[in-house]
């Protein structure tokens, strides 16, 4: 049975916003004297709220996390996932030691090696190849240990060129290419990734996710991953962590925890949508999140409405999670056939693209109900959906993989009449 790498207990960290401290010396004092010396519990924590950003507080004190417990074993691969701003950074942050926890308890063993922010752990002035020898010092590795690595992360990084240059030169695709090998490749039991990956191509994240797959299951090294590529987390992680407002919402196997992370985001979506809606259903092909690139795309979408529709025109739009339009596609334009949809209160608009062109990442779904003059109903963000990881040669060399707007023509709509 594998021995626990990391456990974390009752963990909290609180913020205070605006002006630091209590506002004056006398509670600044008063406020050491109970928390350092008599050890008794903050009074100014009592008050302290969680880290909801879509609302508007009472209190200047906002806990970015409160109250986290879990244990994760020796060679685990665990996934953090959340929204913006539900406390992941946070808890890197803390495990890596780079801030300390208001209240809580955190026990690793082992040596981290972090990779939260492009630039942190490296020193602008420093070139490459001393920073290498930096970060390999601080990890407690000899000069002999680290120049047994050294051509190799120079190799993995592919920046051979500028190894002897200052890093504050580098770009930030450069800076993450450097910044990965480093931590990847010198002797510490633990990882910790951030989003920092997202920085790099295509090509280089793929080297990454494989080269944090052979670290967790032929090494038996640790990996935390926080990312909101969905499938990359679904391919290196066996368990997942979802994070919600400061607060730690669900812990199991990956599948169970991107499930429940598309239930909240997908839960906070329609409470948007008070009162009667007149689209009851969206399915994407028959239910399944992860759709591979170039592969079969269908959307059926099921409506009713206490109104006549004429001319029924259903509208997608498709984005990134940046909300960066990437698809546009209705049928405005489009004659249902023989079965033109004339004086409609109830039905089903099908559309297919047989082979859908996105990159691997997560998507969003807006959809647009309407008829040949006027939007009836918008349904923001109203799916979440995954392109699945792929990354052939036919992906990576394609003229398609340069960009992700593609105007997609031989789109397939069919409507039912119920």
């Known amino acids: 049975m594998s021995k626990p790498s990391i456990h974390v207990e009752n963990l909290s960290k609180a913020y205070q916003i605006g002006q630091i401290g209590t506002g004056t010396i006398s509670r600044d004092i008063e406020r050491f004297w109970l928390t350092k010396i008599l050890g008794k519990e903050d009074p100014f924590l009592k008050i302290g709220q969680t880290n909801d950003r879509s609302v508007k507080g009472e209190s200047d004190i906002v806990w970015s996390l409160k109250d986290i417990n ?70 407690g590795m000899r000069k002999k240990e680290i120049t047994q690595k050294l051509d190799e992360i120079i190799d993995f990084s592919g920046v051979e060129r500028y190894i002897d240059t200052p890093v504050k030169r580098y770009s930030s695709g450069m800076y993450v290419r450097l910044a990965f090998a480093v931590a990847a490749h010198l002797e510490s039991e633990i990882l910790i990734v951030d989003e920092v990956l997202a920085v790099g191509d295509a090509e280089f994240q793929k080297k990454c996710l494989g080269k944090m797959g052979d670290i967790s299951k032929g090494e038996g090294r640790t990996i935390l991953f926080v990312s909101h590529n969905m499938a990359a987390v679904k391919s290196l992680c066996q368990r997942g962590i979802v994070l919600e407002n400061g607060i730690l919402k669900f812990d199991g ?26 689209i009851k259903k969206a399915i994407l092909n028959e239910e399944n999140d992860c759709v591979k690139y170039k592969s079969l795309f269908k959307l059926d ?23 960066v339009e990437l698809i546009g596609i209705n049928n405005k334009h489009y004659i249902f056939d023989k079965i033109n949809p004339h004086d409609v209160l109830k039905g089903k ?70």
């Open 70 to 139: 879990f244990e994760i074993k020796q060679g685990e691969a665990v996934g953090i996932i959340g929204k913006n701003g539900a406390g992941k950074s946070t808890l890197l942050k803390l495990l890596s030691r780079v801030t300390s926890p208001t209240m809580g308890e955190i026990k690793v063993k082992g040596r981290i090696s972090s990779l939260l922010e492009v630039g942190t752990g490296f020193h602008p002035e420093l070139s490459g190849r001393e920073n290498i020898y930096l970060n390999g010092t601080i990890l």
């Open 253 to 278: 196997t990956t599948n169970q925890a991107l499930t429940v992370y598309d239930d909240a985001i997908n839960l906070n979506v329609s409470m948007k949508y008070i009162g009667e809606k007149i």
């Open 301 to 323: 979408v099921y409506f009713e409405s206490k109104e006549v529709i004429k001319n029924v025109v259903l509208g997608i739009v498709i984005k990134d999670f940046n909300n």
């Open 349 to 418: 608009v099908s559309l297919t693209i047989n082979e859908i062109i996105l990159l691997p990442g997560l998507y969003k779904i807006d959809i647009f109900l309407g008829d040949s003059t006027n939007d009836i109903e918008v349904l923001n963000d109203a799916i979440i959906f995954n392109i699945q990881e792929s990354f052939q040669n036919e992906i990576l060399n394609s003229l398609d993989f340069r960009l992700n707007k593609v105007f997609h023509e031989n789109v397939d709509w069919e409507f039912n009449k119920i």
